[in-house]
């Protein structure tokens, strides 16, 4: 049970030189600095190393492990070093655990850096052509791609012995990236991910882990691209044509409303409000109402707040995961984020001042469960289906849990992702500035009993599954809140049992 506000809590991080770093001369900054530092804040601020590590069967094998990264890291290169860092971080098999690269970069490098990157002499019109004369034989992340600013075109590589694909901007509105550059490599691995090397809007180098989810998301966190092409019928519509990760509404006939929440970064809070204000009267003149939460890889859990009152149930079924006060371990990093970061709840900032090393509870009189109002019960709509997929996770998966306390609800598709149990994310520095490497981690446990009926392993179960073979999902689960249909049923104008007609999303 989720009981406080999951949020992504990020830092403001810019350049900072050598000079502004107090204390002395500069530490050493190298792959091993890196680590150490990396290896002393995890155990110093990572609740479930507490939980789960620390004094537990597993500390030894990560004590070998911390070892031997220490001995390889002596000889492993700078581009070389993110990768060894993250042996350490996934160890531990929580996604709210991570290393990332955040490198300062001047506008003088980043000129430098523009002037030198590849090019390809290719349009949109050829990306197309090569698309529709590969038709069927695609691999998922072939194709057309957009984000607010800019259009991506990924191919498969004619050659071996390079990346699989490469992603060329095929259109920009900055200044730093023109048409034909070349914006990111993709290795495809057995799982079906992508081992990734994109260059950021100041083109600095990332090395991440891309997804692709819903056939329409490619997510290489923290940046999501959206599909432009080509698309499946059913597809057509389906995401903001701006910014895929926008929420959008979209109108099924008579029958039924689609809701689609690619992602829960708070900044979308106000855009959802009016979208679901504005078509309050659809939703509750309509029996179904599908909730698409596909790919959506967290932010704030207060997103969706305007969801909530749609799903409603005077009873409600029995809550699932663990069970208890939320927890906070108390350190100098995590002191100063609620001292510093506008968030203090029940004065845990002093508390924690006052019990250094300890574990607190977050909020001394915490109510157990995500709000949940019952007071107001709507008649309509009947029937609540939302849909997720591996891709859900964090404030996903917190929303996912409130939802299927509605006895009106489903959860179709796939178990989320398993990023739960730990949560609210805080990022710091590692000790060499120069490489920009930093290091996330949760700072809060749902429960004190975990890992007893964590949900990191497993994920958020659904009550219905839906294979990966089934193309249209949406349409899959509104057949299935309808269930069986008599013929005489069916509307004015259309057979019984047919896919209703879908509108192009709606922007408040």
């Not at 498969?156 to 390079?162: H, L, S």
């Not at 979209?250 to 690619?262: D, H, K, M, N, Q």
């Not at 698409?292 to 149930?313: C, E, H, N, Y």
């Amino acid at each position: 049970m989720m009981r406080t506000p999951i949020v992504l809590l990020a830092m403001s991080l810019g350049p900072v030189s050598a000079s502004a770093q107090a204390g002395g001369p500069a530490p050493a900054c190298d792959c091993q600095a890196d680590l150490d530092s990396l290896a002393a804040k995890l155990e110093r601020n990572y609740i479930a190393f507490r939980f789960e590590v620390a004094g537990k069967p597993r500390e030894s094998a990560y004590r070998t492990l911390v070892a031997r990264l220490h001995d390889r890291a002596a000889s492993t290169s700078d581009a070389d070093c993110i990768h060894l860092l993250r042996e350490l971080t996934d160890w531990f098999g929580d996604g709210h655990l991570f290393v990332f690269q955040w490198p300062a970069v001047t506008p003088e490098e980043t000129a430098r850096l523009a002037a030198q990157a590849e090019r390809r002499d290719i349009d949109e019109a050829r990306v197309r052509a090569e698309l529709d004369r590969r038709k069927g034989r695609l691999d998922p992340i072939e194709g057309i791609w957009y984000a607010p600013g800019y259009r991506i075109g990924i191919l498969r590589e004619p050659t071996k012995g390079g990346p699989d694909f490469t992603a060329v901007v095929l259109q920009s509105d900055s200044a730093q990236w023109r048409p034909g550059q070349v914006k990111g490599r993709f290795w495809r691995n057995r799982d079906g991910s992508y081992r990734t090397i994109y260059a950021a809007d100041d083109h600095s180098r990332r090395d991440v882990t891309s997804r692709v989810y819903r056939n329409l998301l490619l997510t290489m966190s923290p940046v999501t691209w959206g599909r432009a092409y080509p698309l499946a019928p059913h597809e057509v519509g389906s995401l903001d044509p701006v910014d895929p990760t926008r929420p959008t509404v979209r109108l099924f006939g008579a029958e039924a409303v689609v809701v689609s929440v690619p992602s829960h970064d708070p900044k979308y809070r106000g855009v959802l409000d009016s979208l679901m204000a504005h078509h309050r009267a659809a939703i509750t003149s309509r029996p179904y109402l599908v909730v698409d939460i596909r790919g959506d890889i967290g932010g704030g859990s207060l997103t969706t707040a305007a969801i909530v009152p749609f799903m409603v149930t005077k009873e409600t079924r029995p809550p699932i995961g663990p069970s208890g006060a939320s927890m906070v371990l108390s350190s100098p990093d995590n002191i100063a984020y609620f001292e510093q970061g506008g968030w203090n709840p029940d004065s845990i900032a002093q508390r924690m001042s006052a019990a250094p090393g300890q574990l607190l509870q977050l909020i001394r009189n915490e109510t157990l469960g995500m709000p949940f109002p019952n007071d107001t019960v709507l008649p309509m709509p009947r029937k609540v289906g939302v849909l997720m997929d591996r891709g859900v996770a964090s404030a996903g998966e917190a929303f996912a849990l409130q939802a299927r306390k509605s006895t009106k609800v489903q959860l179709f598709g796939e178990n989320s992702y398993g990023m739960i149990d730990y949560q609210s994310v805080r990022v710091v520095r590692l000790a060499c500035r120069a490489r920009g490497n930093l290091f996330g981690y949760p700072m809060i446990a749902a429960s004190a009993t975990l890992p007893k009926d964590g949900l990191n392993k497993e994920g958020v179960p659904v009550d219905v599954r839906i294979g990966r073979d089934v193309a249209d999902q949406v349409g899959w689960v509104l057949r299935a809140l309808r269930g069986p249909r008599r013929r005489a049923s069916a509307a004015p104008g259309r057979r019984a049992g047919s896919r209703p007609a879908c509108g192009r999303p709606s922007r408040a």
